[in-house]
């Protein structure tokens, strides 16, 4: 067993779907958050700049001590999870390999993939499901309204529906047979994108491979945290408005404004 605490780190606060699928897969384990939200979005930045941040967000955490660190940022795991995994003394989960994984487990005929500029701009979800299975027919659309729109509370109605049908009609007309949220806001909007997308065609969502990845791998390695119902959740941020509490409870779907610390890299 080991103690010591799980690493997550995001370009912003959009992370915190990642923390919540931890949270249910890991209930004892304690967690160290880093949203970089001085800096978000990561998505319109160039390759170099993602790696930079996402190399001082990995050191962050690694001075924390933390047992492994998870990559929740799709834009940093396509962009920068090979620099952080070269300074990293502990395991590195992306939200790209368990995502393409699970992507390779099922009979699809084509996968569709939506996230920001950066991510889609990468090709990284792209070319490792080929790799696996090089017959595959991959759609990439990125979608760079959603982020702000569900950030303004914007996940239910007719704006984020009129955004959802003018990004993902395409994708409907290809008759996609899943989709790929490659983006960490977006299964804040999950019954929205179903709700336009139809039962026949099934979202796949990274957050959900990150956790059952990491739970895999912390029990074969008999790295599991011990029995703790009084597990401690830290969430540090690199900027701190009200504007970010209400964002990060909307993720979190609890309150924990006396939770968050502000910090410089």
């Known amino acids: 067993m080991n103690a010591r605490p799980i690493g997550v780190f995001d370009s912003g606060l959009g992370g915190l779907t990642v923390v919540n699928e931890i949270k249910k897969a890991l209930p004892y384990e304690d967690i160290i958050y880093l949203g970089d939200t001085a800096r ?7 390759k170099e700049v993602v790696k930079k941040f ?4 990995a050191i962050f955490l690694i001075t924390r001590k933390v047992k492994c660190l998870v990559i929740a940022c799709n834009t940093s795991s396509a962009l920068g999870a090979s620099e952080v995994r070269k300074i990293s003394p502990v395991p ?3 939200a790209i390999s368990p995502t393409v994984k699970k992507v390779a487990t099922l009979s699809l005929r084509k996968t569709g993939v939506i996230g920001t500029r950066g991510t889609i701009g990468s090709h990284a979800y792209r070319d490792a ?3 696996l299975n090089a017959k595959s027919k991959i759609i990439e659309l990125a979608c760079p309204l959603l982020v702000p729109a569900i950030e303004e509370g914007e996940t239910s109605g007719q704006l984020i529906r009129a955004l959802i049908r003018k990004y993902l009609t395409p994708l409907k007309k290809e008759k996609i047979d899943s989709l790929i949220l490659a983006c960490t806001h977006y299964p804040i909007i999950k019954k929205e994108i179903k709700r336009f997308m139809g039962q026949g065609v099934a979202l796949i969502d990274p957050a959900e491979e990150i956790a059952a990845s990491l739970s895999l791998y912390l029990e074969e390695k008999n790295l599991l945290a011990p029995e703790n119902p009084k597990a401690k959740r830290i969430y540090f941020v690199t900027d701190l408005t009200s504007r970010f509490i209400g964002v990060a409870e909307m993720f979190l779907g609890e309150r924990i404004s006396g939770s968050i610390k502000k910090v410089s890299l």
């Open 40 to 46: 978000v979005p990561y998505g319109t930045r160039s």
């Open 54 to 57: 996402s190399l001082e967000d």
């Open 92 to 94: 590195v989960f992306d």
């Open 129 to 131: 499901i080929k790799k």
